[in-house]
């Protein structure tokens, strides 16, 4: 998204000074009639069909529109034409743009053209520069269909990500206007928190949700916890909601993970949201420290406690455990440690665990 691999941008500058052909062919865009598609996917035409749209505005866009409308989606995945459909988007008026929206929205052909590497751009351009309800309505409905596989996409996503940054920093879209993203998600929420760019996408649900799409979505990746936790993907969207600072939401995670500690404690993914359970931030630190307490005794009373001392991530998982106590709690984890302790010098993971040890006391 912004400042990402698919963001926008023009290629080039677009100065009088370019080597570019078609300026010596062309003095007037008039002259371009019947060309505009080879013209427009030609790199030094399409920057001069952009320096004419940046002189003219919409009465330069209004001379070529019917050709580009007739092979719209095609420029919109060309890797030059890609540039002309959002500088014509930038200077086109209202009622142009509306042409556009809904000769792009036939057919299913927005959602396709947002799954392309070059349509993407294009398509986060039209959402950006969308001004009227008539205007959202249509592009919302010509993406419903493929939310899905837009949110999963490469491509695909960063779109879902504009609908939903446009929505709540801009007032462009509603809440209500991103309503059919969060019915997604939420109804898919296991494939999509388990998917390399899905996950992605459902943290910005989380980030710019109402309150009660929120509670939705909570709701949701709770009842998938113990398998989210220990999923290459899924284990972020666990530790965003625990870094949420919401003690409720927080609370559910660290039940649904209850019984598991130490087996979470030992993988790879699990043991960072193990973690995150010990480092909860701001309020819901005070607010669940009996939680975090009874997660910190489920560890310290597993009998395999010397292999989660050794072990490459459990041990990083009770560093944390002896960091965040204190008092008789702490005095229990070191007890907890002490039978260990010979062992605990002969290895790079205990000698961690002494060094957290020697601190404390």
């Known amino acids: 998204l912004g400042g990402s691999g698919s963001g926008g941008g023009l290629p080039g500058g677009l100065t009088a000074d370019d080597d570019d052909t078609f300026t010596y062919r062309f003095t007037h865009l008039e002259e371009a009639a ?25 009465s330069a866009v209004g001379r070529v529109l019917p050709e580009v409308l007739e092979a719209l989606t095609e420029l919109m995945v060309d890797p030059f034409g890609n540039y002309l459909i959002q500088k014509l988007l930038d200077r086109c008026d209202e009622a142009q743009r509306l042409q556009v929206i ?5 057919n299913g052909e927005l959602v396709n053209v947002a ?15 969308l001004s009227t309800r ?29 609908c939903l940054q446009l929505g709540a920093r801009l007032g462009r879209l509603g809440p209500e ?11 898919h929420c296991l494939d999509v928190a388990t998917h390399r760019h899905g996950c992605c996408v459902l943290q910005r649900c989380l980030d710019f949700a109402s309150a009660s799409q929120r509670a939705r979505l909570v709701d949701r990746i709770c009842a998938h916890v113990l ?11 666990c530790q965003y909601v625990l870094e949420l600072g919401d003690a409720g939401a927080s609370s559910r995670v660290m039940h649904g993970l209850a019984g598991h500690f130490p087996e979470l404690a030992q993988q790879k993914f699990s043991s960072n949201v193990v973690e995150k359970c010990l480092k909860l931030p701001g309020v819901a ?8 307490e009874a997660v910190i005794r489920e560890l310290i009373s597993s009998p395999h406690m010397g292999r989660l001392l050794q072990d490459p991530y459990a041990n990083y998982v009770m560093q944390s455990a002896l960091m965040v106590t204190q008092g008789a709690l702490h005095s229990a984890v ?21 060094s957290k040890i020697n601190v404390k006391i």
Not at 177 to 187: G, K, L, N, T
């Open 285 to 292: 630190a005070t607010q669940l420290k009996p939680e975090r």
């Open 102 to 106: 809904k000769r792009a929205s036939e």
């Open 34 to 58: 019947g060309q505009v598609l080879p013209i427009a996917k030609d790199q030094n035409g399409c920057r001069f069909l952009q320096r004419k749209f940046d002189e003219g505005g919409a």
């Open 115 to 129: 799954l392309n590497t070059h349509g993407t751009r294009a398509v986060q351009k039209l959402v950006e520069t």
């Open 334 to 354: 070191v007890d907890a440690i002490r039978p260990f302790l010979a062992q605990l010098r002969s290895t790079p993971n205990g000698k961690r665990i002494l």
């Open 177 to 187: 206007d991103s309503q059919f993203i969060y019915d997604a998600a939420a109804e």
């Open 227 to 237: 398998l989210l936790a220990q999923d290459p993907f899924g284990n972020y969207v």
């Open 134 to 162: 008539e205007q959202v309505a249509l592009v919302i409905e010509a993406l419903r269909p493929g939310v899905v596989n837009l949110i999963r996409d490469l491509n695909g996503n960063h779109v879902i990500q504009r």
